[in-house]
């Protein structure tokens, strides 16, 4: 039974993929992130959703957020929160004061040679294809951020779960479904 559930989530994973609109867009990743562009580079045209209509407050400090695991929490002391803006993976302000605190962690603090795991999610209003590549890049733009603080790659691993796992419905919850999870890796 096992061996059948395998190739039928390949399957529909792929019928879900196929059925989407528009070119699929690469998949960014920490690796394929330019160095220095995820702060405040342009959204490429094949990020943006067809369905794009007006954005409202794009600056907003409930537009999205970066979770860091209890388990970091607890070794490296008191980390800000951190919020970064809707449709988008740019790290400032808040968001890049916690990361540059959890690279110091990471790099020279009580987590030297851990691994961590980078979770993107999105909200439900884009396309499969669309809050795929959105969770990634946000995710990728985290572990590049890191990475130019001196956090090795090898140590990150990223991972998008899209909208998969969205749960809002209104822009308050919709603001609550984008987002970057920041786990310790077992």
Not at 16 to 28: D, H, N, S, T
Request: glycine share 12%.
């Amino acid at each position: 039974m096992r061996s059948l559930i395998v190739p039928v989530l390949v399957l529909s994973s792929a019928f879900l993929m196929a059925c989407e609109e528009g070119p699929k867009p690469p998949l960014k990743t920490a690796h394929s992130v330019p160095r220095g562009g995820a702060d405040g580079a342009t959204t490429p045209a094949w990020m943006t959703p067809a369905q794009a209509g007006p954005r409202g407050d794009t600056g907003s400090p409930t537009a999205g957020s970066i979770q860091i695991d209890n388990r970091i929490l607890r070794a490296c002391g008191n980390l800000p929160t951190a919020h970064f803006p809707f449709d988008s993976a740019s790290i400032k302000g808040d968001a890049a004061d916690l990361l540059g605190a959890l690279a110091s962690c990471f790099v020279t603090g009580p987590l030297v040679g851990a691994r961590l795991n980078l979770v993107g999610h999105a909200d439900p209003r884009g396309g499969v294809a669309y809050n795929i590549a959105l969770g990634q890049q946000r995710a990728g733009s985290v572990a590049s951020f890191l990475a130019q603080r001196g956090l090795s790659e090898t140590r990150m691993g990223t991972l998008s779960k899209g909208a998969f796992e969205a749960a809002g419905t209104d822009e308050n919850g919709w603001s609550l479904d984008r987002k970057v999870e920041v786990y310790l890796a077992d």
